[in-house]
């Protein structure tokens, strides 16, 4: 199978993807020029979105803080870039467990020139419905931990190494935060809805204190997120390389927001059409339940 540039199996766009996801055209100079010497901090950087990063960025003399919870394909990732001009430094943590969590800050306070960019990228989704959940509080409890409370957690200590380095944060979100709430996603999207709205409030203080703010209201993306959900293998999907090179884009342009250009049309439709769409699900849910 052909591979992409930054090591991800190339997979085309269908007809209806390559107009949902216009490609991305991305100024390889600006951007070496605005990384070069510079500290990156990725998390969830042993797949998808966060392992497409870390290909493209490891063509950039930069220093590459790469974190997520898989030792194996961590370094495998690491292997791959050790003949570029990158240095990169794997950390193995699983940001849940607080005393993992404690031990990468750590490692981050204690670098010698800071830090220059923080790309939150780890997250989880989980698709259960309210009745499958009633004995499962503990996927609220890690959902919530994961999606929120690390990503906080971490800002609260590197806000003053952005700082000093007049950094930038890059936050992972999703549509679905701007969007009328889906059944079955309830904890997935209280927790990304609930770190969107911390850092949005949040936003004004740090950009006064020089440090850019960034949020990618991300649509579908084909990583192994997604795999669990069936019927996603039949819905365009944004490919996760050419999520990484919008990011990569926004390390230069420093803008505010991202999302797909269709997103503004979604959000009125919520609004103008909120008890239809209601209704409609209402009824495709009844009816899934009489065909079980």
Request: glycine share 4%.
């Amino acid at each position: 199978m052909p591979r992409s540039p930054f090591g991800q199996p190339s997979q085309p766009y269908t007809f209806a993807e390559r107009l949902l996801f216009p490609r991305t055209r991305l100024h390889s100079g600006r951007l070496a020029e605005e990384l070069y010497g510079k500290t990156v901090l990725i998390t969830g950087a042993s797949s998808g979105i966060g392992e497409q990063m870390a290909y493209l960025l490891g063509e950039l003399p930069v220093h590459l803080i790469l974190v997520a919870r898989r030792t194996d394909r961590l370094l495998a990732v690491q292997q791959r870039l050790e003949d570029g001009p990158a240095t990169v430094t794997v950390v193995t943590a699983d940001l849940r467990a607080p005393d993992e969590l404690d031990r990468l800050v750590d490692v981050l306070l204690a670098l010698p020139r800071g830090l220059d960019v923080f790309i939150s990228n780890a997250g989880l989704s989980i698709n259960r419905t309210l009745a499958a959940s009633l004995d499962r509080f503990h996927d609220f409890e890690r959902t919530m931990a994961i999606n929120y409370f690390v990503p906080v957690r971490l800002l609260l200590a590197l806000v003053p190494l952005l700082q000093q380095n007049q950094g930038q944060i890059i936050n992972m979100s999703t549509i679905n935060a701007r969007l009328l709430p889906m059944p079955d996603w309830a904890a997935y999207q209280a927790s990304k809805t609930a770190f969107d709205s911390w850092l949005r409030s949040s936003s004004a203080e740090l950009r006064q204190s020089g440090i850019s703010v960034t949020t990618f209201y991300l649509p579908l993306v084909r990583t192994e997120m997604i795999r669990p959900t069936a019927a996603y293998d039949r819905m365009p999907a944004m490919c996760p390389v050419e999520a990484a090179k919008q990011i990569a884009r926004s390390l230069y342009t420093k803008r505010k927001t991202w999302h797909p250009w269709w997103l503004p049309a979604g959000e009125l439709a919520s609004v103008l059409f909120r008890r239809p769409i209601e209704h409609g699900l209402e009824r495709r849910r009844r009816t899934r339940d009489a065909d079980r």
